[in-house]
């Protein structure tokens, strides 16, 4: 079955970093589009970024775009979420995924980022 397990999340001062990682099992991890979502406190889930299967086309929102980087091994099956100059509003349930809203979800890592 389809496994998602992130790592990484944590507590973080304003302007700090954190690498979230997702490692992935039970799917053709080298043919998926991964992606990073966010959930904060009483707003929606979002998505924060995008990388196709190789690697080599990357997608971000705005709210993020400059400070986090998407990159992924697909040797090791795993995605990562690099992410700088946090601020606070940053903080959020991080979720990796896979086939977009419908498709496959990790448990989530928490992110906070307060002084």
């Known amino acids: 079955q389809v496994q998602l397990v992130e790592s990484g999340g944590g507590l973080v001062q304003p302007g700090g970093s954190l690498r979230l990682s997702c490692a992935a099992s039970g799917f053709t991890f080298n043919r998926s589009i991964m992606n990073w979502y966010r959930q904060a406190p009483g707003k929606e889930r979002e998505l924060v970024a995008a990388i196709s299967s190789g690697g080599g086309s990357t997608n971000y929102a705005d709210s993020v775009n400059g400070r986090f980087t998407i990159a992924r091994d697909n040797a090791k099956k795993t995605v990562y979420l690099q992410m700088n100059s946090l601020k606070p509003e940053d903080t959020a349930v991080y979720y990796c995924?896979?086939?977009?809203?419908?498709?496959?979800w990790g448990q989530g890592t928490q992110v906070t980022v307060s002084s």
């Open positions: 995924n896979t086939r977009g809203s419908h498709g496959y």
